[in-house]
């Protein structure tokens, strides 16, 4: 089944060191997305790569870094730069295509703790 | 998702009929989208419709959509506990990405 994989699904961090969360997808998209969500804030934005080799910042990139080598692969890089990285992760793909419907796939989320 | 603005909570009694608000300011938007999030999970598309329809209907849930007033609802007939969940609103734009709204937290009460 196809599908869009996010892992560890828990992960804690100490201060002061960098962590990677990984973000595979095996459905052909085009595009995948970061996203952080705090509680009552929403979705917001961190990058975003509508191919391969190439990304752009999104609402709130501070912090963090990203390398997208293959379509299939989209890592996020939380750095020592984050000084409040404690949130719920989401990665996200899609089809870059005018007629298509089906919007974005959500992988379950990376939950990252700072200990 | 700041552009897209949703209700924060709504508490449904089981059985009833729950209505999800949201407004959105794109309005070459082509498509909007519903998506539902269970605790601790990723987003799931519930439906989505298209920006020539007014209504979409998909078995216990209804979408209405109203591109004077940049509106899109969401009724869920006959609520259950399994409803219980965050529900967000989305709309396309220009370049393909989707911006979302803050997220509804539903609670289905008995």
């Known amino acids: 089944d196809g599908g869009i994989t996010q892992s560890p699904k828990y992960l804690f961090r100490k201060e002061g060191q960098n962590v990677t969360l990984s973000c595979e997808q095996n459905?052909?998209?085009?595009?995948m997305y970061w996203y952080r969500q705090d509680p009552g804030q929403g979705l917001r934005l961190i990058y975003y790569s509508q191919i391969v080799n190439d990304f752009q910042k999104g609402d709130i990139a501070e912090g963090y870094s990203v390398s997208r080598e293959k379509k299939e692969s989209f890592p996020l890089t939380v750095t020592s730069a984050q000084k409040n990285p404690t949130a719920f992760y989401l990665c996200?793909?899609?089809?870059?295509?005018?007629?298509?419907?089906?919007?974005?796939?959500f992988g379950s989320g990376t939950r990252l703790t700072v200990v | 998702g700041e552009d897209v603005e949703q209700s924060l909570f709504l508490s449904v009694r089981e059985g009833d009929s729950s209505v999800i608000n949201c407004t959105y300011t794109?309005?070459?938007?082509?498509?909007l989208y519903w998506y539902k999030q269970e605790p601790g999970a990723g987003l799931q598309l519930l439906t989505y419709?298209?920006?020539?329809?007014d209504m979409k209907q998909d078995q216990r849930l209804t979408v209405l959509l109203n591109k004077k007033d940049k509106h899109l609802s969401l009724r869920i007939a006959d609520t259950q506990t399994g409803d219980s969940a965050i529900y967000f609103c989305?709309?396309?734009?220009?370049?393909?990405?989707?911006?979302f709204g803050a997220g509804t937290t539903v609670t289905v009460r008995a």
């Open positions: 996200a793909s899609s089809i870059n295509e005018a007629d298509y419907n089906y919007g974005y796939t």
């Open positions: 459905l052909n998209h085009d595009a």
């Open positions: 794109d309005s070459s938007s082509t498509y």
């Open positions: 419709i298209f920006s020539n329809m």
């Open positions: 989305a709309e396309t734009l220009n370049d393909y990405k989707l911006s």
